[in-house]
């Protein structure tokens, strides 16, 4: 139970007469060891198996007995500073070995962790470190002038150096339990400062037993960390496959954002087990053959997809490429420990709009609620709320927003809590959970979870009047935000690009608007509010190409710039049909709003239409439409490409031959 002293706990009215406990499809109580911490699970694995290989990077292989003795020797040093129980530790790093050993040396203290990303804005870093009990950091050399002005104990980590070091290897010996906070996730805040969710040992540890009982993950498996180390899907790729005994494979920040080398990760190493968003995962797909490919290993049997909305094709498109794939949806939240419900999907229902939520894992509750906290029958909408030892600790140093979010569970005995999650949602009557959409000012974009008042904050320091962030769901199934907001001065002289510059300061860069229209007055309702549907309005209002029109000529030999230009310039219209129709290619890329999942996008319509592979890095390199078309001119494209449909081809031709002269006379 949480020290209600430290994070604080809500209050719900009194029953209503009637109510009844809406206990019929949360029957999911499972005996596991809640005493148990997740350093201590790990220890065991390198007490039992201390040869077996942990994680595999391109610095070489870890095995379970170094990772234990350096871990110990980090974890002795960070306990000789002072670090110990109920601290909170930044990790800073870049994706190595080091970020496992730095990880579990953590916990070894007693402490918990807080991943923040290298390229987050010293601004957001500064925010996060001012935050109760954060009080050190291990961190990388190159991020090191963002942390000198902050007031933390801080370990500049070189593993070499770590390694000859004559630090002490024995196992540290510390008082601490497994209600202790084992790490704290920062989401973004409708405050304009980030908030910290503290997650306890024995809420992972339900977790991992879990996946490992209900999908056989152990040894002989491997994961590939894809996801960012802020994004909570990273807490179960760092810890939750080493305490089963599986082994992750660690790549760097340049390859998870390429599909080709994940792509090719996938099919020609022995990786069982994906964990990721949806969008992440569909940037990769064109880049698959079908069935492994020959003379590939092509072993991925398990993808869990979680953080955002699946597009139904989505599971099809992975089995064409790996079919014994299992594929399972999750969701949950922040608040309750990565994932706290599960759907297998298997058969895709022609009825269906999206893919079931599913039903709530072991020993976590769902109930979905009326405004009088009356449950909810089938088929009717109400809030989602979830229960059970799945939930977090609160939210570090804020016991009136814990307070608000984490309120007394009615239907348990005792003083039990549950987490208002702000969705809507329905039973259907065989106790499947629908999700229908948000209650409140929050979206999902490309996995994160995204306060769009921190967003209107960040603009109105950058110098508006008045700001509004809204968030429209592009053609590649994820939400984008977009802005508008009014200068203070109507003679001040700011244009978006500059604003999503200044924006780059203060927001990790899936929260900088896509777009930002700047207007004489935002819109207002009939009722004198901000109109967010108006505002919306501004970015759907243009035309969008019709199907038949997506694309250019797969010509597989003399490809020329204008050709290629002409194919990227639709796409790009597919994806941001809010671009006004005369964008130039000269433009820059970063002054339209086109990012990382663009990228990757464009590189795969560019190899499944032309078979030429050019990296997402090659995008963000190239800045503009008409330099990255004059450098795909100079490719070689790679044929034969079995999996492309003919029929496919030939209607593109014939789409190119009706629209290239028009283009060439603008």
Known sequence: MMDVGIFGIGDVPAQPNGMRLPMKWNNTTRPYDRDVRLESLIEARASLHPHDVVAVSDEGELTFSDLDRLANKLANHLLAADVGRGDYVIICLERTNAYLITV?????????????????????????????????????????GAFEPLELYTVVLDLQQLERSQLAETRPSVGIASGDGAYGIATSGSSGVPKIVVVAHRSLVNLIDWVGRSFDIGPGDMGLWVSPASFDLSIFDLLGLPALGAAVRIISRDQRRDPIACARMLQREPITFWNSAPALLQTIIPFL????????????????????????????????????????????????????????????????????????????????????????????????????????????????????????????????????????????????IELLGRLDNQVNVRGYRVDLGEVEVALRRCGLQQAVAVAIEGAAGTSRILAAGALREASSRVNAGELRNALGGLLPSYMIPDDIRLLDSIPLTANGKLDRRAVAQLFTGCELPADNDRGHAPIRTNLTAATLETFLRTEIRVLRPDLPKDFTGDRPFGEIGLGSLEFALLSGRLFTEFGLRMSPVEFYRGRTLSAIATIAETLAPEAPLPFRPIRRRQRLQAWSNKREPQRSSA
């Open 104 to 144: 579990l040396a953590v916990l070894k203290t007693g402490a918990a962790f807080i991943p923040i990303e290298i390229e987050e804005p010293a601004s957001r870093i500064a925010e996060i470190a001012a935050a109760e009990g954060v009080a050190f950091a291990v961190i990388e050399q190159i991020v090191a």
């Open 289 to 432: 053959s079908p069935h492994g490919g020959a003379g590939r290993i092509g072993k991925l049997r398990l993808a869990f997809l979680s953080g955002d909305w699946i597009p139904l094709s989505l599971p099809g498109q992975l089995r064409s490429a790996f079919a014994r794939a299992e594929i399972i949806a999750l969701g949950g939240a922040t608040e309750a420990t990565v994932w706290s419900n599960y759907f297998p999907v298997r058969d895709i229902d022609p009825a269906w709009k999206t893919i079931p939520y599913g039903r709530p894992i072991q020993n976590s509750r769902y109930y979905i609620l009326g405004p009088d906290l009356a449950a909810c029958d089938a088929n009717v909408a109400g809030e989602l709320y979830i229960a059970g030892d799945c939930l977090a600790e609160g939210y570090l140093g804020d016991v009136q927003l814990t307070a608000s979010r984490f309120v007394r569970d009615p239907f348990a005995e005792g003083v039990e809590r549950m987490y208002r999650t702000g969705d809507a949602a329905r039973w259907w009557p065989d106790g499947t």
